[in-house]
């Protein structure tokens, strides 16, 4: 049977969008793998089903797959397409929306214009930072600025998790970073049991980073959200940005506050781009 899906993306972040309340997926790794070709599928960096959920407190939950078809707790820009898919869909009319996910419940804060969701804040939880959670083959109580060796380089590295694993590497600039190279190697470096989503970040000023991400299972994105809340958290551990900043990523920009609660906050937009029937189900 064809599944009903949605394109959509946050800030150029790009998935496929199934609605578990409308249909079933058997495999969505497989599905996964084929949606996400962008030569042949519909093209994105993966795969996101919405479903019914059965956890306490939680209005709908979310199921993310990358594009190789590996499953991932969470992602930051996914997350709010969703939270404008369930509103919009009827799923939950609810402006303050809480949603299942493989990094726990996170609640999320709608701004509604003409009953369309433009942008959301996400309350993104409170990072890890021990070593053995992230995880990280390291010792010690944090990695902050700890030396990552590549074959060809030693790059300076900051670990955090924010649901799923994170490595922000602070550089001079942007334009030197090899990423397709550099990526790959960091992502599946034998210090990352679990693999790892590598992002090089130039300091602009306390307020204001720009970034780019090389994301676990996907490659290069346009952006990634919780990949920006790790930046954010980082550059406080680094004293080189201040507790709330704007990072800048190719697909646009996320604005980030590391409250005094302990927990990192996101907010940025959620677009639809269109909608189509998947033909075969696999």
């Known amino acids: 049977m064809p599944i009903p899906f949605t394109k959509m993306h946050g800030l150029g972040n790009d998935y496929v969008y ?24 519909i093209g994105g960096d993966g795969l996101i089903l919405v479903g019914p959920t059965e956890a306490a407190g939680a209005h709908v939950r979310m199921q993310m797959f990358n594009a190789d078809g590996s499953e991932s707790e ?19 009319r609810e402006s303050a929306l809480r949603v299942q996910t493989g990094a726990g ?36 109580e944090r990695v902050v600025s700890q030396p990552l ?9 900051t670990c955090v998790s924010m649901g799923n694993p994170h490595a922000v590497i602070f550089v001079d600039t942007l334009d030197e970073v090899p990423l397709t190279k550099w990526g790959p190697e960091i992502e599946r470096h034998p210090l990352f049991p679990q693999r790892v989503n590598a992002h090089f970040v130039q300091v602009i000023s306390r307020e204001r980073v720009h970034m780019v991400t090389w994301e676990r ?4 994105t346009q952006a990634c959200g919780t990949g920006a809340a790790a930046v954010c958290v980082a550059g406080v551990l680094n004293d080189v940005t201040s507790r709330s900043v704007v990072a800048r990523l190719p697909g646009g920009e996320l604005q980030l506050e590391w409250d005094p609660s302990d927990h990192v ?5 959620a677009t639809e781009v269109f909608t189509g029937l998947w033909p075969d189900g696999s």
């Open 74 to 92: 969470m992602c930051g820009n996914g997350i709010r397409c969703v939270a404008k898919l369930a509103y919009e869909r009827g799923y939950a």
């Open 265 to 269: 906050f996101m907010t940025g937009p």
């Open 18 to 41: 199934v609605s578990l309340f409308e249909t079933q997926v058997p495999d969505p790794p497989a599905l996964a793998r084929a949606v996400s070709d962008r030569h042949r599928g």
């Open 149 to 157: 060796p590549l074959r060809e380089a030693i790059l300076g590295m």
């Open 217 to 220: 299972g996907s490659g290069p």
């Open 105 to 140: 419940i996170l609640k999320l804060d709608l701004e509604i214009v003409d009953d369309k969701v433009e942008r959301v804040r996400v309350n993104m939880g409170m990072p890890v930072l021990d070593p053995r959670r992230i995880p990280v083959m390291l010792g010690g």
